[in-house]
T-cell receptor
Framework: EAGVTQFPSHSVIEKGQTVTLRCDPI?????LYWYRRVMGKEIKFLLH????????ESGMPNNRFLAERTGGTYSTLKVQPAELEDSGVYFC?????????????FGPGTRLTVL | KNQVEQSPQSLIILEGKNCTLQ??????????LRWYKQDTGRGPVSLTI?????NTKSNGRYTATLDADTKQSSLHITASQLSDSASYIC????????????????FGKGTKLSVKP
């Protein structure tokens, strides 16, 4: 069974540019999560999809970040325009049920560097 | 404020030795606590999950303990191997119900373990 995949693995862009990150969850997992780890900090929650609906987007830092999951399969996270403080590793995770004891399976992350 | 603190920040041990990593949390109300292993360039992988009523749980050479009264957990690694070199992250799930969410994961910064031959 394929795990969670993320593309690209690395992205280097200049301040003000736009970047789109993609996440393909494990097939059949309705729940998809985005997380971010900035340098020296802990991983932090961004948002949670259940199928194509945003269940919780309380962690999104500002309106420069837009997440979509059209069709309830893969998801994209767009940053527009990117700022220096957006640099970090963006992780995607998926889980089958979304319950409290549900295991979230993480992708390898996308390392974003904003110059 | 919900927080998860881990110690030590980093640790170097010799292959074959044991080690214990610590996690203190202030997340309340509490649902469960997981230890994740994150290899370089990979995403975190769950090692153990413990709920309020569980004191200890093992997964091979990994043994996690939980004291829900003092809000402390530990991860003990026995007979370390070179492949144990990784970051170990303590993750606590709170219980929140707003907008239908089941509660977010609160991550510690992790302990970077290096096992040397």
């Amino acid at each position: 069974e394929a795990g969670v995949t993320q593309f690209p693995s690395h992205s280097v862009i200049e301040k003000g540019q736009t970047v789109t990150l993609r996440c393909d969850p494990i097939s059949g997992h309705d729940n998809l999560y985005w997380y971010r780890r900035v340098m020296g900090k802990e991983i932090k929650f961004l948002l949670h999809f259940v199928k194509e609906s945003k269940q919780d987007e309380s962690g999104m830092p500002n309106n420069r970040f837009l997440a979509e999951r059209t069709g309830g399969t893969y998801s994209t996270l767009k940053v527009q325009p990117a700022e220096l403080e957006d640099s970090g590793v963006y992780f995607c995770a998926s889980s089958p049920t979304g319950g409290l004891g549900d295991t979230q399976y993480f992708g390898p992350g996308t390392r974003l560097t904003v110059l | 404020k919900n927080q998860v603190e881990q110690s030590p920040q980093s640790l170097i041990i010799l292959e074959g030795k044991n080690c214990t990593l610590q996690c203190n949390y202030t997340v309340s109300p509490f649902s469960n606590l997981r230890w994740y292993k994150q290899d370089t360039g990979r995403g975190p992988v769950s090692l153990t999950i413990m709920t309020f009523s569980e004191n200890t749980k093992s997964n091979g050479r990994y043994t996690a303990t939980l004291d829900a009264d003092t809000k402390q957990s530990s991860l003990h690694i026995t007979a370390s191997q070179l492949s144990d070199s990784a970051s170990y992250i303590c993750v606590v799930r709170g219980v929140m119900n707003y907008g239908g969410s089941q509660g977010n994961l609160i991550f510690g910064k992790g302990t970077k373990l290096s096992v040397k031959p």
